[in-house]
């Protein structure tokens, strides 16, 4: 656009950018670890100095968040990182202590009352099998099985803001057979930890942040965990709403069967007979994929959110259908969505039959900002960029990438809510909606204000000879070994 013709339109406080807040924000990111720092103490050492290092290469480093290089570039030249990785790898400060404390403070918040808790898993390619965790399993970012490292991953999200607020690494069960104790002891899994599914995995973090008083209104969650209906009843028990993705050859009845325990006149075994409740009689199930054909409703279009690249406005059908949910029948919505009427995606949910379509449709569609919570983890904050291989590296690693995650939703809530967006200017640049601010553009504000040590050509050029000196060191050790080895021969 030309920039003659509309100046007014590249004017910072239409956009909602307050010269003031950007040039404090350096100062809220010392302030936000001020608020944290007490997590990071061990019996013996205050070791908080380092998660700021940490937090600050994460949060304005692009690539390279290696110790090394995070000490380099946040402390000064001469660092070699030694200090930062005790501190992430070895230091026994536990990392559920910033996890709890940044669901705090979501939850005192008010504004961010009545948000959705997102269930996702997300992996990482792994070179070889020596990181905690790492095994050939399913990688979906790959869209193959291949030798992964794989976290399963809660998120928070209510209007503009989407952070992670949980995480736990799966272990593949062979890390627990006999042959992999020593395996068990060198990345230092905890010896306390059993083989749990992803999906008891997740379960055991929707119910620390029910426990946290996170105030969620619904899960959703993919098709992984849909399809559990141990999970299911287990949310439903619970009392938490669920919207959740189920694949389209799943089972249900579109009509209540006759569902109980059966009763033999005369028993063919001696005993108790059976005991399990099953379908007694009825209608048989159906795929979700045909319900559409069996159904007499028609799909209906409902109108969910404007976005940047226009409405979310999709043909929707729902109806009330029976599935049984962990040997117990239970009554829940099949929603339909026609994507972009291009393909059908399915969903079940247990919210009570007189809910409102409109919530509903809404509901099905807000698993989106759990893939922008994992992409934004691994494009801009560096969670795929972790070396270390030990169980605690990955926890530390979590914890502080939650927190840089967090503070960047803070600053988006915050501004969002003190410098409003002037609304003339989206009619001028004739769009239904002005973007907001996105974790690039936010870490680009913090960079500026806050700006990396960089390198002179004198300590670049010590710096490269260090390495080599190393480089040369170490060979020189694996020769004196060969020739030890050469004698003993």
């Known amino acids: 656009m030309n920039k003659k013709l509309n100046g007014n339109i590249y004017d910072a406080k239409r956009w909602g950018l307050s010269s003031e807040a950007i040039a404090d924000i350096g100062n809220r990111l010392h302030s936000f670890w001020e608020r944290f720092r007490k997590c990071f103490n061990t019996k013996t050492r205050e070791m908080s100095r380092h998660a700021l290092i940490y937090l600050k290469g994460l949060l304005e480093m692009d690539t ?24 992430m790898s070895d230091s026994p400060w536990s990392a559920r202590l910033p996890i709890k404390q940044v669901q705090e403070e979501i939850k005192e918040t008010p504004g961010l009352a009545g948000g959705y808790l997102l269930l996702d898993e997300s992996a990482n390619e792994k070179a070889g099998s020596k990181s905690a965790g ?17 976290g399963v991953f809660l998120a928070y999200y209510k209007d503009v803001i989407w952070s992670w607020v949980d995480g736990e690494l799966f272990f593949p069960e062979h890390w627990f057979s006999k042959k992999m104790e020593q395996e068990r002891k060198r990345v230092g899994m905890p010896e306390e930890r059993k083989f ?17 008083g996170l105030p969620f209104k619904a899960v959703g969650c993919d098709d992984l965990y849909g399809r559990s209906g141990w999970l299911r009843r287990q949310m439903d028990e619970a009392g938490i709403v669920y919207m959740a993705d189920i694949p389209e050859d799943m089972k249900v009845y579109v009509n209540k069967p006759d569902f109980g325990v059966p009763t033999s006149v005369v ?43 226009g409405e979310l406005n999709d043909p929707f059908l729902m109806l009330r259908v029976w599935t049984i949910r962990d040997q117990k029948l239970a009554a829940e919505w099949l929603v339909i969505r026609h994507e972009y009427e291009k393909s059908y995606s399915y969903a079940l949910c247990n919210a009570s039959a007189d809910t409102d379509m409109q919530e509903l449709a809404k509901l099905k569609c ?27 590296a990955w926890e530390h690693h979590l914890g502080l990438t939650i927190m840089a995650s967090w503070f960047i939703a803070q600053i988006k809530y915050d501004w969002a809510n003190s410098f409003p967006k002037d609304a003339e200017l989206a009619k001028q640049l004739e769009v239904e909606m ?6 690039s553009n936010v870490r680009e504000l913090l960079k500026a204000v806050m700006p ?38």
Not at 196 to 212: D, F, P, S, V, Y
């Open 64 to 87: 390279k968040r290696n110790f090394a290089n995070m000490a380099r570039r946040v402390i000064e030249p001469d660092e070699d990182g030694q200090k930062l990785q005790h501190f």
């Open 134 to 150: 790492a095994g050939r399993q399913y990688n979906g970012r790959l869209g193959k099985v291949e030798m992964s490292q794989v």
């Open 196 to 212: 749990a599914t992803k999906i008891e995995l997740g379960w055991q973090m929707i119910q620390r942040a029910k426990a946290n």
């Open 267 to 309: 028993p063919k075994y001696k005993g108790k007979g059976e005991q399990k409740p099953r379908v007694l009689g009825g209608d048989k199930p159906v795929e979700v994929r045909q319900v559409c054909k069996l159904s007499e409703k028609e799909f209906k279009r409902f109108k969910v959110r404007d976005m940047e690249r």
């Open 366 to 392: 807000v698993r989106h900002f759990v893939e922008c919570s994992n992409q934004d983890a691994k494009s801009e904050i560096g969670w795929d960029e972790l070396q270390a291989r030990k169980y605690r």
């Open 434 to 439: 002005l973007p907001a601010l996105s974790v």
């Open 452 to 489: 990396l040590q960089q390198l002179t050509p004198e300590q670049a050029t010590n710096m490269v000879i260090q390495h080599l000196v190393n480089r040369s060191r170490s060979t020189a050790s694996r020769l004196r070994a060969q020739q030890k080895k050469g004698a003993l021969t």
